[in-house]
Nanobody
């Protein structure tokens, strides 16, 4: 059974920072890609960034240089540090886990958290 629980969202002014957390509960973390997605009101969900089991991290161009993904293996928690936030970063942020170790695609066998709202004004 896979469980993902996000936290850390909130409201912040443009230029500010937030750190999102995702408590990850999977049978074997080494067999999963982990990622962050977001969805703005009226728009499709979009990929923000991801971490594979080999430690490779990739980011969407829109957040590169501003957002940082990290993982604390002792706490089984995935983080998304968001700096220099812009109004266009507003949306519901979701944590995702895909049942494959590398070549993350988040298409099939993907589990989702309930989301946490980020509002930048």
């Amino acid at each position: 059974d896979v469980q993902l629980v996000e936290s850390g969202g909130g409201s912040v002014q443009a230029g500010g920072s937030l750190r999102l957390s995702c408590a990850v509960s999977v049978s074997s973390a080494n067999d999963y890609c982990l990622g962050w997605f977001r969805q703005a009101s009226g728009k499709e969900r979009e990929w923000v960034g991801s971490l594979d089991s080999d430690g490779r991290i990739n980011y969407a161009d829109s957040v590169k240089g501003r957002f940082t993904i990290s993982k604390d293996n002792r706490k089984n928690t995935l983080y998304l540090q968001m700096n220099s936030l812009k109004p266009e970063d507003t949306g519901m942020y979701y944590c995702a886990a895909e049942a494959r170790p590398t070549y993350c695609a988040f298409d099939e066998d993907t589990y989702w958290g309930q989301g946490t709202q980020v509002t930048v004004s």
